[in-house]
């Protein structure tokens, strides 16, 4: 069994140190302000004294930092598998370490290993979706499944012949928009699960607006208006300014981490409405049974809006959103192929 470890180490941003990697059989990171680091040097060492020298750096970015420069220096061994890309060629180039760490400044990068590179590189174009995807991170280092290094590996010119090439090129591209549809499938919940941590973690006052923000992008006006003794907020939303045109609605928003909104709420809810003939309930804890239940029966139309309901509308309606609202919870349009 193999005990090797298996790391993407990237030739630059885009790739751009690609030829000098190749050509001088090395792979380099930077941070080259901190200069020779000594090999058995541990962890919370290396990052103080990546703190003395990057003191600008937030917390983040240095233990990123310092985590990738420790990997380099410390857990990289000879004989572990490495690959690096070219986004030009669209090609991933294979090879094997062959030094310890090595400090040299005769490069653009200082921090070195010499590696020896395989003669061929793999086409990204002939992996699997999920590969692909795999290696994808932007990180500077990470490390690689070996399942993934045998897919690179399989499908190397050095391996296979100019048929199975053929042949492979045909099967990926007929998988490929299955696999892709999974992938964004995927991508989206995650995205919307971080969407709702962000909700859940805005305080009331921040959540009312947000609800408020979300309405006027619908096409609504909105109108805050203080309650009794809770301090809290109703929003009260109309087509127009005054609130005379209708529909005339009341929005209740229940900032809550546990607890269902229960029919005893709703129905207290309902008895609000004399001034108003329609109902918005939004919650980031969801409803209970017996609570829908009661909206459903109730004499004015009552629509209940959850967290996923909420984050949907916010994401639908984004772009129409105020500057206000959007710096609520600040997105950022990804665009995913067809």
Same mark, same amino acid.
């Given at each position: 069994m193999e005990t090797n470890r298996i790391w993407m180490v990237r030739a630059g941003t885009g790739g751009y140190l690609i030829d000098e990697f190749l050509q001088n059989n090395i792979i380099a990171i930077g941070w080259n302000y901190l200069e020779n680091i000594p090999r058995d040097i541990s962890y919370s060492e290396l990052r103080r004294q990546y703190v003395e020298t990057y003191p600008q750096d937030s917390d983040g970015r240095t233990n990123q930092s310092a985590g990738q420069l420790y990997r380099f220096v410390v857990d990289f061994q000879i004989g572990d598998k490495v690959v690096t890309y070219d986004s030009g060629s669209r090609n991933y180039y294979l090879g094997e370490i062959i030094s310890e760490y090595e400090y040299n400044d005769s490069y653009e990068f200082f921090h070195t290993r010499r590696v020896k590179w395989m003669e061929h590189p793999t086409s990204r174009d002939v992996l699997s979706t999920d590969s692909k995807n795999r290696l994808g991170s932007v990180l500077t280092i990470f490390e690689i499944s070996r399942n993934v290094w045998n897919e690179v590996l399989s499908h190397n010119p050095a391996e296979m012949s100019e048929e199975q090439i053929v042949i492979e090129e045909k =099967? *990926?591209? !007929?998988?490929?928009? =299955? *696999?892709? !549809?999974e992938i964004r499938e995927d991508v989206e919940s995650k995205s919307t699960e971080f969407i709702k941590d962000i909700i859940a973690n805005l305080s009331w006052e921040d959540t009312e607006r947000l609800v408020a923000g979300i309405l006027r992008a619908i096409g609504y006006k909105t109108k805050m208006t203080r309650r009794g003794s809770d301090l809290g907020s109703d929003i009260s939303a109309s087509p127009d300014e005054l609130g005379l045109e209708e529909p005339r609605v009341k929005v209740e928003v229940k900032k809550r981490t546990k607890d269902r909104v229960t029919s005893q709420e709703?129905?207290?809810?309902?008895?609000?409405?004399r001034d108003f003939n329609k109902g918005i309930y939004v919650t980031t804890s969801g409803f209970s049974k017996d609570a829908r239940y009661d909206a459903e029966r109730a004499n004015f139309p009552i629509t209940l809006v959850d967290l996923d309901w909420l984050v949907e509308l916010l994401v639908?309606?984004?772009?129409?959103?105020?500057?206000?609202?959007?710096s609520l919870v600040p997105l950022k349009r990804i665009y995913w192929p067809l």
């Open positions: =099967k *990926e591209k !007929e998988e490929e928009p =299955k *696999e892709l !549809e709703i129905r207290s809810f309902i008895g609000g409405l639908n309606n984004y772009e129409k959103l105020d500057v206000e609202t959007k």
